[in-house]
């Protein structure tokens, strides 16, 4: 844990210098949806407190992303004890995939941004404006990043699971059916739009990845396996 919010405070600070930059990033998706990219009104921040807040919660917000290797690491140690020494070493190519895997749900999340928020401002009456507290939007912004990431994680779990002799590849793949349902139901709940684009785009992935981590896991218990049988032949 000292890991971990040691990673998150480095990466924080870097958030903090960068702040004018983030801002900017993070105002495209509402900005470019009003066609106003260069002076964006939408976006409004209250009270006097309102900006240091703000730029607190950006800072940590980056802090989480950057630092996603040493938190990621911190969940994978409740499993690593179990393991034998040849398959820590095997697991050391995991802990490696959870970070591009979880940069990578960030990175979707980001982009899915302007169609969920041209999907959710599209209810505004013409006759009204629809002016954007940044605080609330932010924090709208962290559930849909950190929702997109962390569930991109879900093949490098199951794998790590297999490795560590808790899933079988035939366990994993067996309720296929009711895992897709699962799939399905998770972006139904969790994603905050809960517009089915939005929905789609973070179930196909999952789907795939789904798929791909019960096919590596069935490749792994073949090898599991076949060394087993020649050290008994042995």
Same mark, same amino acid.
């Given at each position: ?127 009204? +404006?629809?002016? =954007? ?5 932010? +924090? ?6 950190? =929702? ?14 297999? =490795? ?51 096919? =590596?896991?069935?490749?792994? +218990? ?13």
């Amino acid at each position: 844990m000292v890991l971990a919010a040691a990673g998150i405070f480095l990466g924080s600070i870097g958030g903090w210098f960068a702040y004018g930059t983030l801002i900017k990033t993070l105002s495209k998706p509402v900005c470019g949806v009003e066609n106003k990219i260069a002076d964006c009104n939408t976006l409004y921040i209250s009270g006097v407190l309102g900006p240091l807040n703000l730029q607190i919660k950006i800072a940590l917000l980056v802090g989480v992303i950057l630092s996603a290797p040493f938190w990621l690491y911190q969940l994978w140690a409740f499993v690593a004890p179990g393991l034998h020494k040849k398959e820590k070493k095997w697991s050391i190519l995991f802990i490696i995939a959870a970070t591009p895997f979880f940069a990578t749900g960030v990175t979707l999340g980001y982009y899915i941004l302007p169609v969920a928020i041209k999907v959710l401002l599209g209810f505004t009456p013409a006759s009204l +404006d629809n002016l =954007i507290k940044f605080d609330d939007y932010l +924090d709208f912004v962290v559930r849909i990043m950190l =929702i997109f990431g962390l569930a991109f994680e879900l093949p490098v779990f199951l794998v790590a699971l297999n =490795i560590a002799g808790a899933l079988t590849g035939k366990a994993i793949l067996k309720p296929w059916r009711a895992s897709v349902f699962g799939i399905f139901l998770f972006t139904a709940a969790f994603t905050p739009t809960g517009d089915p684009i939005t929905m789609l785009a973070l179930a196909m992935p999952l789907c795939g990845l789904y798929f791909m981590a019960g096919g =590596i896991s069935l490749l792994n +218990d073949r090898r599991r396996n076949r060394k087993k049988s020649q050290s008994e032949e042995e």
